[in-house]
């Protein structure tokens, strides 16, 4: 069973630029997942969509995040425009159903100059 | 509100000696709690989790750890360290309230295996 695909794994953009993440979660997984890791930190959850509608947002910053989950299968995070404090490991996860197992990506880490 | 607290950013054992770390959680309602491990460049793998009834989970590569709710701990053992388990360990804790089921992390322990 393949797992959950990010892309890309690194990316180096300026302060100001803008940047978008994609998450492919494991076939049949309704619930995803947006996590951002801060070096030294755990990851703090962004989003948590159920097939393709927001159940919690309250921890993304809406001013320059935004992410999308079209046809309740694959999902994009945006940050437009990203600041220093940005740089993290963006991770996604995905699980079968609600209060199911998680599974993560490998991440996307975003360094911001 | 819920929250995890790892004491300790670090911790170094010897192959083959006992490990310990250590995990307490705040909820205000029955917590599912969990450990999950990261290795470098690659994301979380879950270890075990707590949701009812045993209060002693097992989890995989001899990884155990027990509920103690009078204590609000969940602290993570294994009796023989091996080197392959140099990784850093984060525990979690999950209140389920209508349909959010938000994961809360701790900060994470790195744990070094010294030969």
């Known amino acids: 069973e393949a797992g959950v695909a990010q892309s890309p794994r690194y990316k180096i953009i300026e302060k100001r630029q803008s940047v978008a993440f994609w998450c492919n979660p494991i076939?049949?997984?309704?619930?995803l997942y947006w996590y951002q890791q801060i070096l030294g930190q755990g990851p703090k959850l962004l989003i948590q969509?159920?097939?393709?509608?927001?159940?919690?947002d309250s921890q993304l910053p809406k001013d320059r995040f935004s992410a999308e989950r079209l046809k309740g299968v694959d999902s994009t995070l945006k940050i437009q425009p990203a600041k220093l404090e940005d740089s993290a490991v963006y991770l996604c996860a995905s699980s079968l159903r609600f209060r199911g197992e998680l599974f993560f990506g490998e991440g996307s880490r975003l360094t911001v100059l | 509100a819920q929250s995890v607290t790892q004491l300790g950013s670090h911790v170094s054992v010897s192959e083959g000696a006992l490990v310990l770390l250590r995990c307490n959680y705040s909820?205000?309602?029955?917590?599912?709690l969990f450990w999950y491990v990261q290795y470098p460049n690659q994301g979380l793998q879950l270890l075990l989790k707590?949701?009812?009834?045993?209060?002693l989970v097992k989890g995989i590569n001899g990884f155990e750890a027990e509920f103690k709710k009078s204590e609000t701990s969940f602290h993570l053992t294994k009796p023989s360290a091996h080197m392959s388990d140099a990784a850093e360990y984060f525990c979690?804790?999950?209140?389920?309230?209508?349909?959010?089921?938000?994961?809360?992390f701790g900060k994470g322990i790195t744990l070094s295996v010294r030969p």
């Open positions: 969509f159920q097939n393709n509608g927001v159940v919690d």
């Open positions: 909820s205000s309602v029955p917590p599912y």
């Open positions: 707590y949701t009812t009834g045993a209060t």
């Open positions: 979690a804790v999950s209140s389920y309230t209508g349909a959010n089921s938000k994961l809360t």
């Open positions: 076939s049949g997984h309704a619930t």
